[in-house]
């Protein structure tokens, strides 16, 4: 008997071993309370007589028919999941009174310096040093509020009156150009009584100021003839002006800076050369863009630019500075043969004169 014992013993442990790195949990919490038998308003000790009885029941050396290591896992962990739940939920229904109690104490507390919270909590001092400063603060208040109101009072009457101003000049403006209508309309009926118009020379023929364009509708040419008057121009024309002003501007700068850079030219120079053709390429490119966009605009074929050539800009500008410093060296031998030749004639007198003092000397 003793024998048999022994040997279940030793299965159970056996099966507690296998099972030991498994560690079945629960699927929720719900299952942990229906595993424990409790509900789940239960409290400490229903909880814990629950897993007493359990553990009684599965427990391997319980010695009764129903020891099941699994089961006995189960139960504890179970059983330490509700413990858990429980703790929490007190700890939180515990908070949740002291709250309650704080508040009701709170109810019947009197609030500290009463004093303070009247006035609008302006002032220091005693209560009636502080009803003074208060009085005084609304005084103060009260006079801002009286200044603000007529300040905007009257901004309200400045826009009035600028609004009456403007009404009244455009008003004048109307009443003179009606004025100067109506006399010239007296004046020109006074004419026509007068037959002052009669005797025209161009009475019954076609204004002479068509006949440059007798084609033309006389409202388009007279519509054109104020826009050129008063400075208008298409976007075509402005477009190309800027591209001739942009051109003449970059020859002129490259031309310039050849010359500063002087005959002949040296490793540094040529280096500084190289880097200003490259950026007046860069330009030329840019150029050629605007020129695109010019021949889109431009109302006719034949007033079309083509693209301006690198190379050839390049190599017109570099023939020009040769024509100049060819320029330049025959103005230079000119001006210097003059002078050589006064240079002999001085010699000349100064030979002349030296012999003359030397006679002079011998008499």
Known sequence: MLAA????????????????GHRPRCKSLQDCYNLLNVQENCNHNEAKEAYVKLVKLYHPDSGSDGGD???FMQVEEAYKAVIKHLAEKGKT???????????????????QHRQYL??????????????????????????????????????????????????????????????????????IQESMARGDFDNLSGKGKPLQKF???????????????????NGY?????VRQKEINETIEKLRNDILGYRKKLGQPLTHYTQKHWNLNCEQFRNDI????????????????LNRQML??????????ILKKYDVLMEANKANSDTIAQPTKESSTQNSLFNWIKHILKYNQRVR
């Open 233 to 237: 121009q298409p976007e075509w024309i």
């Open 285 to 300: 490119k840019e150029l050629n863009k605007t020129v695109d966009k010019f021949n889109l605009i431009v109302p006719l």
């Open 211 to 229: 006949l440059q364009y007798p084609y033309i509708d006389p409202m388009t040419h007279n519509l054109n003839r104020i826009l050129i008057e």
């Open 118 to 187: 009247s006035f609008e909590g302006v002032g220091i001092g005693t209560p009636s040093q502080r009803e003074k400063q208060y009085r005084k603060f609304r005084v103060n208040r009260a006079t801002e509020q009286v200044l603000d109101y007529r300040k905007q009072k009257l901004e309200a009457q400045d826009q009035q009156n600028t609004m009456k101003v403007v009404d009244i000049q455009q008003s004048k403006k109307i009443k003179i150009t009606q004025a100067v209508e109506r006399l010239v309309e007296d004046l």
């Open 93 to 111: 229904e515990s908070d949740q009174g002291l709250n309650d109690e704080e508040e009701e104490e709170s109810k019947y507390l009197a609030p």
């Open 69 to 71: 290591p699994l089961k």
């Open 307 to 316: 693209h301006f050539d690198q190379d050839k800009e390049l190599a017109v």
């Open 5 to 20: 014992k022994k040997s279940w013993v030793m299965t159970c442990l056996r099966g507690v071993r296998m099972f030991s």
